[in-house]
């Protein structure tokens, strides 16, 4: 068993729809991240968050740190949403543990 | 644009070849990572450096050796790969360990 799991695995989507990403773990945490992954390779991290919710445009991220539960949220899909969508947290000061990602497709 | 900068994108090579890979940040980080993405696999940490040190060598065979000659430049040097090796090859950077990390965009290799 994986220490990071995200659920789904593959997401496919209409344009307009509201998308849930969830990520559980069973490591003690101070922070969770996630990250979004292109085709092309490039990551970009998203959000770095320890407690409660964060919001930046159409994304909003929370955790419930005593259930060890993350969910990404999407609202108003698009296209260009369309990514690997990736939690990680930290098993020291510098190693991160990663999920397998899940893969989301929005079409129009 | 993340600030940090990988050569060559694609880069095809023999088992018997030697080659390296550049990684060049801007955003005057101290910390830099080289990170290994095989397929159907999550990403695992390969190197750490903070300040110009290495500080996590995360049970990396030999045929990779990383090379950190500033904080702002990160090289991989590879030779005598395998095939197995094929995988891309991200390389990261932050303002101190254990803070947000800000991806390159990758470099994808073959071994043939």
């Known amino acids: 068993k994986n220490e990071v799991e995200q659920s789904p695995q593959n997401l496919t989507a209409q344009e307009g729809e509201f998308i849930t990403i969830n990520c559980s773990y069973s490591?003690?945490?101070?922070?969770l991240h996630w990250l979004q992954q292109h085709p092309g390779g490039g990551i970009v991290s998203l959000f770095m968050l320890s407690s409660g919710k964060k919001k930046h445009g159409r994304l909003i991220a929370t955790i419930n740190i005593q259930e060890k539960h993350s969910s990404l949220h999407i609202t108003a899909s698009h296209p260009r949403d369309s990514a690997v969508y990736i939690c990680?947290?930290?098993?020291?000061?510098?190693?991160?543990?990663f999920g397998t990602g899940t893969r989301l497709q929005v079409f129009p | 644009e993340t600030g940090v900068t990988q050569t060559p994108r694609h880069l095809v090579m023999g088992m018997t070849n030697k080659k390296s890979l550049k990684c060049e940040q801007h955003l005057g980080h101290n910390a830099m990572y080289w990170y290994k993405q095989s397929a159907k696999k999550p990403l695992e940490l390969m190197f750490v450096?903070?300040?110009?040190?290495?500080?996590e060598n995360n049970s990396v065979p030999s045929r990779f050796s990383p090379e950190c000659p500033n904080s702002s430049h990160l090289f991989l040097h590879l030779h005598t790969l395998q095939p197995e090796d094929s995988a891309l090859y991200l390389c990261?950077?932050?303002?101190?360990?254990?803070?947000?990390?800000?991806f390159g965009e990758g470099s994808w290799l073959t071994v043939v």
């Open positions: 990680a947290v930290p098993y020291n000061t510098d190693k991160l543990i």
């Open positions: 990261a950077s932050s303002q101190d360990r254990g803070r947000t990390i800000y």
């Open positions: 490591v003690g945490i101070s922070a």
């Open positions: 450096y903070s300040l110009e040190e290495r500080v």
